[in-house]
């Protein structure tokens, strides 16, 4: 049988504002905030604020909103950063690499011949953190 959602896990702290992030967007279903250990430059978290541990428990109606919002801003990232493209990751279950239990997608801006930093690395500085989340958010208003 399938683990119970934890409702003390850090991603639902954050959305109850027990702990900081730097939020980029978010609206009544879905928050955005920065990756505090990215695999990139603009390395953004896209999470719904349903509670579920990955996709494997959540309600299929969490998707429609969550992933509008994951286009919304892999296509922020790809302009703040001018970026090439932009890698989406996903896991389920610690077997395939998932670390925070809530659901969460991973949006990555590329650049040619750049490989992605390892999967929770190295953390950043916040003040780092903090101007690429005023440029995704400008690019994001306009
Ligand atoms: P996953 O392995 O898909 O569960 O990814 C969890 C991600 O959350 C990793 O990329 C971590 O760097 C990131 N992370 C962990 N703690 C925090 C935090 N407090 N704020 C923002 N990102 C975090």
């Known amino acids: 049988m399938a683990e119970a959602y934890d409702p003390g896990n850090i991603?639902?702290?954050i959305l109850r504002g027990e702990i900081p992030s730097q939020?980029?967007?978010e609206d009544d279903a879905v928050v955005a905030f920065m990756d505090v250990m990215p695999?990139?430059?603009g390395h953004t978290l896209v999470m719904p604020r349903a509670p579920s541990r990955n996709i494997l428990d959540a309600d299929p109606a969490t998707f429609g909103p969550l992933f509008a919002v994951?286009?919304?801003?892999?296509v922020a990232v790809k302009k703040a950063f001018n970026?090439?493209?932009v890698t989406l990751?996903?896991?389920n279950e610690p077997a395939s690499g998932q670390t925070v239990f809530h659901l969460h997608v991973h949006v990555?801006?590329?650049f040619e011949g750049v490989p992605l930093?390892?999967?929770?690395?190295q953390m950043e500085k916040p003040e780092v953190l903090a101007e690429n989340a005023a440029k995704i958010r400008a690019a994001l208003g306009s």
């Open 23 to 25: 939020r980029v967007y």
């Open 70 to 74: 994951v286009q919304k801003i892999a």
């Open 83 to 85: 970026a090439d493209g």
């Open 39 to 41: 695999q990139g430059v």
């Open 11 to 13: 991603f639902a702290k």
């Open 117 to 121: 930093k390892p999967h929770s690395g």
């Open 108 to 110: 990555i801006p590329r």
């Open 89 to 91: 990751m996903q896991f």
